[in-house]
């Protein structure tokens, strides 16, 4: 025979069982858009490398184009050397030819360290794209289980409530109303075990005669915080 003690320590494990179950439900979809936001910023990390790799081969063509013209005019310079007439003429050109040495031997160093740029990063990239891979795999995984896991949920509270509805109706008449006033109130928490002397939710400690009332199954309430007492299992 269920006394009202050990109906209201069920009710408050059925309540609180059916507490965690809809906060995972709740959470369900907050999870999903988090995996969705993990891939969309392996994806932005990628993408930021894949541009600056491509930034820097822009830079080395650049380099390049700019290179070529130079030697270009040297050659130039270095044929009209041929067919020069004065000495002021020729001085021009050899200071002109020298500056354009100068400019080649710098653009070179340059392109040098662009390469060298490009190389590191391009090195970074594989990793980078597997990283991605990796986090796209373990979102489908997890989406392709979310339908699953939020039925089984959906089942388990639905049971849980159903189980609770039966016993709810075991509760003695003269409990029911404070009962149900209470739950409005204050839901699951609305229950509380003795622990030791000690209110589980307010830490109070229990009156000797309210201890006395709830070995004898009688309805008592916390005198600190109101809460409905129980005795845990024994
Ligand atoms: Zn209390």
Not at 7 to 25: G, M, P, Q, V, Y
Not at 109 to 138: C, G, M, S, W
Not at 222 to 234: H, N
């Amino acid at each position: 025979m269920s006394t009202p003690g050990t109906i209201l320590r069920e009710i408050h494990r059925l309540r609180k069982n059916a507490k965690d179950l809809s906060t995972r439900i709740d959470q369900g979809p907050k999870q999903q858009q988090l995996q969705k936001d993990k891939v969309a910023r392996q994806e932005q990390i990628l993408k930021q490398a894949q541009d600056e790799l491509k930034q820097s081969k822009v830079k080395a063509h650049a380099k390049e184009v700019s290179l070529k013209s130079i030697d270009e005019q040297i050659k130039k310079y270095e044929k009209q050397l041929n067919d020069i007439m004065s000495k002021k003429e020729y001085d021009a050109l050899k200071h002109e030819l020298s500056h354009s040495r100068d400019k080649v031997a710098k653009i070179e160093d340059e392109i040098l360290a662009v390469l060298t740029e490009i190389e590191e990063r391009a090195a970074k990239l594989p990793e980078l794209e597997k990283n991605l891979k990796d986090t796209k795999a373990q979102a489908e995984q997890l989406a392709r289980d979310y339908e699953t896991r939020m039925a089984d949920l959906a089942n388990q509270h639905k049971e849980v409530t159903a189980r609770l509805a039966e016993v709810e109706k075991t509760l003695p008449e003269d409990i029911k109303a404070p009962y149900d006033r209470l739950i409005r109130v204050m839901g699951e928490d609305a229950l509380a075990a003795v622990e030791g002397n000690v209110c589980a939710s307010c830490y109070t400690e229990i009156t000797p005669q309210n201890q006395t009332e709830l070995r004898r199954s009688l309805f008592v309430l916390c005198k600190s915080c109101g809460r409905m007492l129980y005795l845990p299992e024994s």
